[in-house]
């Protein structure tokens, strides 16, 4: 019996980073040294104070399925977050809980795009948007963030992307692959277009504790009422706290739309793993000096590793504010050393240099390669040491 995939499945672009960790970790197992500068997540621990939290409800018996959406003392807990935080009142039938920002992502799509629909994406994008959105027979629709704007977009780009199919925009700040970070009034900007042609904004929010230097964080939706009408927030506890692998992420938005939301969860999931939501709650409600702590190293981290990256020839780069990835062009670096793409170079830093970093092909920006700076000072160092040989050696 021959079994034929479905349609939607066969469009699917496999993940760069996966791929280039895989073959990381292949040449580990044959003994290489190789410092893999792809990781997605941060390089600490979850605080202890989540964990005891998680390990005292299961000692409690709380080991049961949960409401859909999420235990009704999470979405408190995020309710009270999004107070402080933000200024942003919600109820608690505005929120979902789910198997991490990518799941409710996920979901989010899938109940709100028909076929054709159109959602626009600035580039550089999150590897999974446009897979998503594809999932959902929705149409991806990109739009360049130039890097000389530090790749945003601009009102007037977005507006010219808008037709009469357009559903919705993404909006992520601070970005990956980028981490750059929208100020207000450059938000309040792309809002304004949003607003006169009624595309939901899709607020990916999930790097929001790592802002650096005198940046601040600003949600779209705190702007004004209208705004936050039209938006839809995405956030969870991944990389705040250091939770990658609990896989707790949540929505803020239209009653409407979360109440889908909520029924197809019902369907697919059951409920958010109800360890999990009680280590969130502890998160939300508990210390947060391990937020701040995490915080600091990386921007120390940052702001050591900076200078000695963007002095490799052949190397530009715009320094993030926020998140922990650096997004360096290296497309002069590659044709220096004999590559007729980025991507080649790439192939070439990690089996020459044993280095592993995530081309920016993968995020729609083929110039550039991302480079995660959650791991050890030490680790960063030797590998931009390496980098810097390897294009000095190769140079012709």
């Known amino acids: 019996m021959t079994i034929h995939l479905a349609n939607r499945v066969e469009t699917l672009t496999p993940s760069?980073?996966?791929?280039?960790?895989?073959?990381?970790?292949?040449l580990k197992a044959q003994g290489m040294d190789v410092i893999g500068l792809g990781a997605g997540e941060p390089d600490f621990n979850t605080p202890s104070n989540i964990i005891e939290a998680a390990y005292r409800s299961m000692n409690e018996g709380k080991t049961k399925y949960t409401p859909a959406g999420g235990l009704p003392e999470l979405k408190q807990a995020i309710v009270t977050k999004l107070k402080n935080d933000q200024g942003l009142e919600y109820a608690p039938s505005e929120i979902i809980v789910g198997?991490?920002?990518?799941?409710?992502?996920?979901?989010?799509?899938?109940?709100?795009?028909?076929?054709?629909?159109?959602?626009?994406?600035?580039?550089?994008?999150w590897v999974s948007y446009p897979e998503q959105v594809k999932l959902a027979e929705g149409v991806p629709v990109f739009v360049e963030g130039k890097e000389q704007q530090d790749f945003k977009i601009t009102p007037?780009?977005?507006e010219k992307a808008?037709?009469?199919?357009t559903k919705a925009f993404i909006l992520n700040s601070p970005s990956n692959p980028t981490g750059m970070l929208y100020t207000k009034d450059e938000l309040t900007a792309l809002g304004e277009i949003c607003l006169k042609h009624q595309v939901l904004i899709v607020s990916d929010e999930i790097y929001e504790k790592l802002i650096y230097g005198d940046n601040t964080h600003t949600t779209i939706a705190e702007i004004s009422q209208e705004l936050k009408e039209i938006t839809i927030l995405i956030n969870g506890v991944s990389k705040s706290h250091s939770m990658t692998g609990w896989r707790i992420g949540y929505a803020a938005g239209d009653k409407k739309l979360i109440a889908a939301m909520t029924d197809l969860a019902s369907h697919s999931t059951s409920n958010p793993t109800t360890t999990s939501q009680f280590g969130a709650i502890e998160a939300y409600n508990g210390p947060q000096t391990a937020v701040e702590t995490m915080k600091t190293a990386f921007e120390e981290r940052l702001n050591i590793i900076y200078?000695?990256?963007?002095?490799?020839?052949?190397?530009?780069?715009?320094?993030?504010?926020?998140?922990?990835?650096?997004f360096p062009n290296v497309k002069e670096a590659?044709?220096?050393?004999?590559?007729?793409?980025?991507?080649?170079?790439?192939?070439?830093?990690?089996?020459?240099?044993?280095?592993?970093?995530?081309?920016?092909?993968?995020f729609g920006s083929p110039d550039n390669i991302r480079l995660s700076y959650a791991t050890s000072l030490e680790n960063l160092e030797e590998a931009i040491k390496r980098i810097h040989t390897f294009v000095q050696n190769k140079t012709k």
Do not use: M, R, W
């Open 16 to 26: 760069t980073t996966l791929a280039i960790t895989a073959k990381a970790k292949e």
């Open 99 to 125: 198997n991490g920002a990518k799941h409710i992502l996920y979901t989010l799509f899938q109940v709100l795009l028909n076929p054709k629909d159109e959602v626009i994406i600035p580039t550089p994008y």
């Open 156 to 158: 007037e780009q977005l």
């Open 162 to 165: 808008i037709t009469p199919n």
């Open 307 to 326: 200078p000695k990256l963007i002095s490799i020839p052949g190397v530009k780069c715009k320094k993030p504010q926020g998140a922990f990835y650096l």
């Open 334 to 362: 590659a044709t220096l050393t004999g590559y007729e793409s980025v991507d080649q170079f790439v192939a070439g830093l990690l089996e020459e240099a044993l280095v592993a970093v995530v081309p920016g092909s993968g």
